[in-house]
């Protein structure tokens, strides 16, 4: 006589059920596990060499990375410089056992912004100079030009900025603030399109250019310590010299605007 088989206990079912819930959840890491609790070697992962790997290994030196070098008031000054003019570093003078020096060189080719104005050769000029020359020609300078010439100026001629010599080239004496890379001579402006005005007397000048001029040297006053120009003395009588010379020498400051 046979007998139903009798339903397995709740506790067998749920020890069985448990038994294949773990057994279909045990992904990889855990059968690695198991293999590595059972003294199985374990598969090493190694990844696939790429083809850079498979190159012999190359020794490069790895520079040491630069001194940190604090900002210089000069490095300051030239990063204001290159804001508004076409400005390098420069080398400074190079006549040994002598008393010429630029602090601070730097060569400047043009004015930049809206209205630049180029000089006719590169200028050598001690940087806090060639800022103030800068401004000049980009705030005064030009905005004067526009005024009283009807035109954009587009160029300047200049003396080179610096020049080893004493003053008024003579043979003794002091040497000129241009020993210094701290002044600068203007010779002609040229207009975009109009009549080159060369520096002289007024009285030589057409009228316009004479107001423009005029203005001119009268504003130089007010960003240069000494402006010497036509009628100050036979060695200025075709240029218009502008330094900033005596603002350093603090015991013995004058202006000489003439
Ligand atoms: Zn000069």
Redesign the pocket.
């Known amino acids: 006589m046979r007998t139903a088989p009798r339903p397995w206990p709740l506790a067998v079912l749920a020890l069985i059920s448990s038994l294949f819930a773990s057994h279909a959840l045990a992904g990889p890491i855990e059968k690695t596990l198991r293999r590595a609790e059972g003294n199985v070697p374990t598969p090493i992962f190694r990844p696939r060499p790429s083809p850079q790997d498979t190159q012999p290994p190359t020794i490069t030196e790895t520079p040491p990375p630069p001194a940190t070098i604090e900002p210089t008031k000069a490095s300051a000054c030239l990063t204001q410089l290159s804001q508004i003019a076409l400005a390098a570093p420069a080398s400074g003078p190079k006549e040994e056992d002598s008393k010429c020096r630029i602090p601070d060189p730097v060569s400047v080719k043009a004015t930049l912004g809206r209205f630049p104005v180029e000089f006719s050769r590169e200028l050598t000029l001690d940087c806090p100079f060639a800022l103030a020359f800068a401004r000049f020609v980009r705030d005064t300078v030009q905005p004067l030009a526009r005024h009283h010439l009807d035109q954009p100026l587009a160029s300047i001629g200049t003396?080179p900025g610096y020049?080893c010599r004493r003053r008024n080239n003579a043979p003794s004496g002091k040497l000129?603030?241009?020993a210094f890379g701290n002044?600068?001579?203007m010779v002609t402006f040229r207009p975009a399109n109009g009549a080159v005005l060369n520096v002289t007397s007024p009285s030589q000048m057409q009228q316009d250019q004479a107001r423009f001029f005029s203005a001119l040297r009268t504003a130089a006053c007010g960003s240069f310590t000494t402006v010497?120009g036509p009628g100050s003395n036979p060695a200025?009588a075709t240029?218009l010299?502008?330094?900033l010379g005596r603002s350093k020498d603090r015991k013995n400051p004058y202006r000489i605007c003439e």
Do not use: V, W
Request: aromatic content about 0%.
């Open positions: 003396g020049t000129s603030e241009h002044a600068i001579d010497l200025h240029h010299h502008l330094d």
